[in-house]
């Protein structure tokens, strides 16, 4: 390369603006620099994902950002260690079972991935949390610069899509809202905010949704599986190939014909109260506002009758052509059960347990691991109808 070429380089690379910082006087020339670089690379990938999302549409500007956050080294698993298993209930031909995800490294992931400790003079205006790893002025010092992220829009809303270090399948990805809003949706003395703020998630996590019809997304509420409560996020990954149908999903479909008729796209919103499930769970399907609406409904009356303990797993993904929703009402007090590590979460909500401790290990492998074990993990979750655990 030219001299004359590098120059025209360095003269482009300083005028790339820099981060608002709080103290600017503090940020150090080396420090300055890497924020440069930083914002160089953002802007050039979230160029490529907006023009690969507006020919093939959002899901493959997702694939594309979780294939550049495995070449540039953020995701740290490459799942080669995962293995699954499904346990059949007993004596009903298989109609009803659940699903066992090992995953070691998944473990992980509480460990952190990101350094906690804010370099000189990094902080920036309009962030009140620096610890806030859902915050995207946070993890370009977080992540040294290899963490990207994906930003689009969605009802009018900004999000930003960023990848984990420890996925639990291939393209897994956490939405994150553009502001840094709590997860919690209940709002003491405030029954008006609370219900804005279900109608925000639930708006929001459809719009996304309908959006990937190969995905499923879900929201963790606070107490109900949110590793982080302090930021609004989603969770959403790729179905994998065989996977086939979830649990909930199954009990779902042998509720609907039992007691309802099967509920075709474009009509009324359909709510069915899922029996024979060891949470108490809703299925809703109809047109896209009617379904929102329905399961507004739902949590607005939890909200009501569990007070400060209402939380919520509320779940998206496609069925026959349109998108479904499942909501789980869950008490946040309770938030962890016997015979699993982790949180009991929207995952296994879906009837998928990830397990991934050499106890749980230990467990499969001596065969103490079955459908009524796993049952009993959901069961010890479930609250009593005031909000309760019971």
């Known amino acids: 390369m030219q001299n004359a070429d590098i120059d025209k380089l360095l003269e482009t690379f300083q005028s790339i603006p820099l981060p608002p910082y709080v103290a600017p006087a503090q940020r150090p020339v080396m420090g300055q620099h890497n924020d440069r670089i930083y914002g160089l690379q953002q802007a050039i990938l979230q160029g490529e994902l907006d023009q690969l999302a ?3 549409g959002l899901a493959a500007a997702l694939r594309a ?3 550049q956050q495995v070449d540039i080294g953020f995701i740290q698993d490459d799942l080669s260690q995962v293995s699954y298993f499904r346990y059949r209930a007993p004596g ?7 699903i066992v995800q090992f995953n070691p490294r998944r473990a992980e992931r509480f460990k952190g991935a990101g350094r906690k400790a804010l370099p ?3 902080h920036v205006q309009g962030v009140a949390d620096t610890s806030c790893y859902l915050c995207i002025d946070n993890i370009r010092w977080q992540h040294r610069g290899v963490q990207g992220y994906y930003q689009y829009s969605v009802n009018g809303r900004t999000y930003n899509a960023l990848c984990n270090p420890f996925p639990f399948t291939r393209t897994h990805l956490t939405m994150a809202a553009g502001e840094h809003l709590p997860q919690s949706f209940h709002v003491t003395e405030s029954p008006e905010q609370t219900q804005a703020r279900i109608c925000r998630i ?3 996590l459809y719009g996304i949704a309908e959006q990937l019809p190969a995905f499923v997304g879900f929201y963790n509420g606070a107490g109900a599986g949110a590793s982080i409560e302090k930021h609004l996020h989603f969770h959403f990954f790729e179905i994998p190939d065989g996977h086939g149908s979830f649990p909930i999903q199954t009990a779902a479909r042998l509720a609907t014909r039992t007691l309802f008729g099967h509920a075709h796209s474009g009509q009324s919103a359909q709510v069915v109260q899922i029996p024979d499930y060891p949470l108490t769970a809703y299925q809703v399907r109809g047109s896209k506002a009617e379904a929102t609406e329905a399961v507004v409904d739902l949590a607005v009356d939890w ?3 569990a007070g400060e303990a209402a939380s919520a797993n509320i779940i998206a993904l496609w069925e026959d052509g349109a998108v479904s929703l499942y909501f789980v009402p ?3 007090f309770y938030t962890r059960s016997p015979g699993l590590a982790g949180m009991v979460a929207g995952l296994e909500t879906l009837g998928e347990f990830i397990f991934s ?3 749980e290990q230990r467990a499969i492998n001596e065969q103490r691991v079955n459908y009524d074990y796993l049952r009993r993990i959901l069961e010890a979750v479930r609250p009593s109808e005031d909000g309760e655990q019971g």
Do not use: I, M, P, S
């Not at 009903?92 to 659940?98: E, I, L, R």
């Open 330 to 332: 869950r008490n946040k």
């Open 92 to 98: 009903d031909n298989g109609q009803h079972f659940f």
């Open 54 to 56: 507006a020919e093939q």
């Open 202 to 204: 639930v708006e929001d």
């Open 65 to 67: 950002l979780y294939d």
């Open 357 to 359: 401790t050499d106890d």
């Open 303 to 305: 909200d009501r009758r």
């Open 120 to 122: 000189r003079g990094a």
